[in-house]
Structures are given as C-alpha cells and as structure tokens.
C-alpha cells in the first residue's frame, strides 16, 4: 500500500536506456583494454600508413560500404527464404521500435561495438579473429539465425579491413550505423 512517507518507486528503464547502458559498457570495456595494452588511443588504427586524405575520408567510404550492404540485404530478402525467414524473426523479436529508439540502437551498437572489436581488440587479436569473437555475440538460439552469426562473422572482418585500409573507426563507424540504421527500420515497418 502507498504510504506519502515512502518514496514512489522509481519508473522501469526505457529501451533507449539499456541499449545506451549496454553498448555504453561495451566501449568502456574496450578502452580499458586498450588502456591496458598501453594506447588508450581507440579510434586511430596503429599500424595504419594511410594517407591524409584517406584518415579525412573514411566515413564517406564506410558510408557507401554500408549503403551496399544494405542493398545486399534487401537483394536477399527478395530472393532467399532463408533471407526473409530472418527477418520476419528479427521484427516478431524487436516488436515496434519508435524512429528515436532505431536511431539510438543503431548509434550506440556502432560506436560501442567499433571501439571494442575494431579499436581495442584488433589491434591485440589481428583482424580475423576479432571477427571470429565479433560473430560470437550475434549467436542467437535456433538454426534461423545461422545467417545473422555468418554474416557478422563476414561484416566483423570487412570492418576491420575498412579500419587499416582507412588507419581509423571512422569508416568503420559509418558503416555500421548506416547496415543498423537501415536495417532496423526496414525490419520494424515490414513484415515478409
């Protein structure tokens, strides 16, 4: 029973909030491990002799990366059942999604998920096996989601590639949010 004595409970977290918290802690990991290797530097790849224009540039090209994929995606959700049975997975599981919390998801996961594998762990692991670990995350219960594990696997390592091609996150970065972004309101509006 209510009692004016009692402080009301306080309101259940919004979905914009865990997702904030979790891929909040995720980048928080990596820069602890990157701190720990001794360059707490995340966004520049170490090893990278890339060009000026290329370090300016990166975006832009992890931006047209991204718009392909995404074109892929929707290639193979018109021509694979298994593309179409994945999706309609995704938006039974998402359920709806307001434009802010697409927008939300898709920033953090990006930014989040880069600076762990790409900033932090690539530079320790090498490339394929931060994409190995990168795939591990997106396993999800049931054969239906085999491709979203593959295709992270594919995604993690073209990431990485896109980060020492570029010498930083930013490519990387863009990419991600663009393939989240695009395809979540994709998934949430429509089902197959």
């Given at each position: 029973?209510?009692?004016?004595?009692?402080?009301?409970?306080?309101?259940?977290l919004s979905r914009a909030s865990l997702v904030i918290g979790l891929y909040g802690a995720m980048a928080l990991v990596g820069l602890v491990i990157a701190a720990g290797r001794g360059n707490p530097d995340?966004?520049?790849?170490?090893a990278s002799g890339a060009p000026m224009w290329m370090?300016?540039?990166?975006?832009?090209?992890?931006?047209?990366?991204?718009?392909?994929?995404?074109?892929?995606?929707?290639?193979?959700?018109?021509n694979f059942q298994w593309a179409r049975d994945l999706h309609n997975s995704f938006h039974d599981l998402l359920g709806p999604l307001t434009g802010r919390e697409i927008l939300i998801l898709a920033l953090a996961s990006s930014i989040g998920e880069e600076v762990l594998f790409r900033g932090a762990l690539m530079p320790w692991m090498g490339v394929w096996l931060q994409g190995a670990v990168f795939a591990l995350i997106h396993v999800a219960p049931g054969k239906r989601f085999r491709p979203w594990t593959i295709s992270a696997f594919v995604?993690?390592?073209?990431?990485?590639?896109v980060a020492v091609w570029t010498g930083n996150l930013g490519g990387p970065i863009a990419a991600h949010f663009i393939i989240n972004f695009l395809n979540l309101r994709?998934?949430?509006r429509k089902r197959l």
């Open positions: 029973m209510y009692s004016p004595d009692q402080p009301s409970p306080a309101p259940p995340v966004f520049r790849i170490e370090l300016l540039g990166g975006p832009a090209i992890g931006a047209a990366f991204g718009i392909g994929v995404v074109g892929l995606t929707r290639v193979a959700t018109r995604l993690g390592v073209a990431f990485g590639w994709y998934i949430v």
